[in-house]
């Protein structure tokens, strides 16, 4: 029997199966013969144990489309990641981080701009000026006034996407909106999970729909990028290539150099100034680093 595996803690692996049913299972035998780990949305080859306990053996791990390392988890389509226009205001510098990472790891992502109740339509131009000029695209939401939801349901349905922010944005209250049978679901895993007692939060996949899953991020306020070349992080903002052939260096990093097109391009405001101030940021932050 094929499944998915939803959540992985303490050697455990929870497996929903295509009937629905989600069993707990070991993984004897992968490790040893395989040395694979299996992760959190890994579609999975199963061999039940124990019909009523559900209780299974995970035989075989099906080949995986990717596997993100932050956060850890398989076979990954899409990120959305989630703001708030205002309260609380959205950290832009956080944003860019966090679309380097996911730069990095080569997963599109998506952004959205909660609780535009709360603010006028100039914010919403200016939020959206910054990333769709970056190629992003920008979705607006108000869950309190179910605005834009549609938009958000058509993004994810049938894909796995990964659900990013900062507390506070609106997650819970758009995961419920999308899928109200999600909050149920959570209950049934934790309720097994709970035996084990352990209190950490781990990375969990919730099966929202036909094909269409969701993960949760935890820790996205303490997000770092490392392990980096700073003269590589120009390669993950994707709007800075169209402009680099005018760079009068091979392997201009546009931020000394005289001759920039990248530069040139930000003051003629084709390259928002926003997103090239945290560039510039983010770059002297990686060179500090590599002095230790
Ligand atoms: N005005 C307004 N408030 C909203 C909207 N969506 C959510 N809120 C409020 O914002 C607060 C936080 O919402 P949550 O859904 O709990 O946010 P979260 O991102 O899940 O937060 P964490 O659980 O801390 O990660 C709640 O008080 C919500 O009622 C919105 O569209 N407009
Ligand atoms: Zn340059």
Same mark, same amino acid.
């Given at each position: ?33 395989? !040395? ?13 144990? /124990?019909?009523?306990?559900? $209780? ?15 956060? *850890?988890?398989?076979?990954? /389509? ?5 703001? #708030? ?5 959205? !950290? ?21 701009? !909660? ?8 914010? =919403? ?7 769709? $000029? ?7 939401? #108000?869950?309190?006034?179910? =605005? ?8 994810? =349905? ?13 997650? *819970? ?7 109200? $049978? ?7 895993? #934790?309720?097994?999970? =709970? ?26 306020? #303490? ?54 101030? !945290? ?14």
């Amino acid at each position: 029997m094929t499944g998915k595996i939803l959540k992985g803690i303490a050697g455990f692996y929870y497996v929903q199966a295509a009937d629905g049913k989600l069993y707990e299972c070991r993984a004897k035998g992968i490790f040893r013969n395989k !040395n694979v780990k299996p992760l959190v949305g890994d579609d999975v080859d199963i061999s039940v144990l /124990d019909e009523t306990e559900l $209780k299974g053996n995970i035989d075989k791990i099906l080949p995986r489309k990717n596997a993100l390392i932050r956060p *850890s988890v398989a076979n990954v /389509d899409q990120a959305l990641v989630l703001f #708030s226009v205002t309260q609380p205001e959205p !950290n832009l510098n956080l944003l860019d981080r966090f679309l380097v990472m996911m730069e990095v790891q080569e997963v599109p992502v998506n952004i959205c701009f !909660n609780k535009i109740d709360l603010t006028g339509d100039e914010r =919403q131009m200016e939020l959206a000026a910054i990333y769709e $000029k970056a190629g992003y695209p920008v979705y607006f939401t #108000s869950t309190c006034e179910k =605005q834009g939801i549609r938009e958000i349901k058509d993004l994810v =349905q049938g894909k796995t996407t990964v659900l990013a922010g900062p507390s506070g944005v609106g997650k *819970s209250t758009l995961t419920n909106l999308l899928y109200p $049978k999600a909050e149920m679901e959570t209950g049934t895993i #934790s309720e097994k999970i =709970q035996r084990g007692k352990h209190t950490t939060r781990h990375s969990e996949l919730f099966g929202i729909g036909r094909d269409t899953y969701m993960m949760d991020t935890p820790g996205f306020s #303490s997000m770092y990028i490392e392990d980096m070349e700073c003269g590589c992080l120009k390669d993950y903002f994707p709007e800075f290539e169209a402009y680099e052939e005018n760079c009068k260096f091979l392997g201009c990093v546009h931020i000394g150099e005289k001759v920039c097109g990248v530069k040139d391009a930000v003051s003629e405001g084709k390259i928002s100034q926003n997103r090239y101030d !945290n560039y510039r940021l983010l770059y002297q932050e990686l060179k500090e680093k590599r002095r230790y």
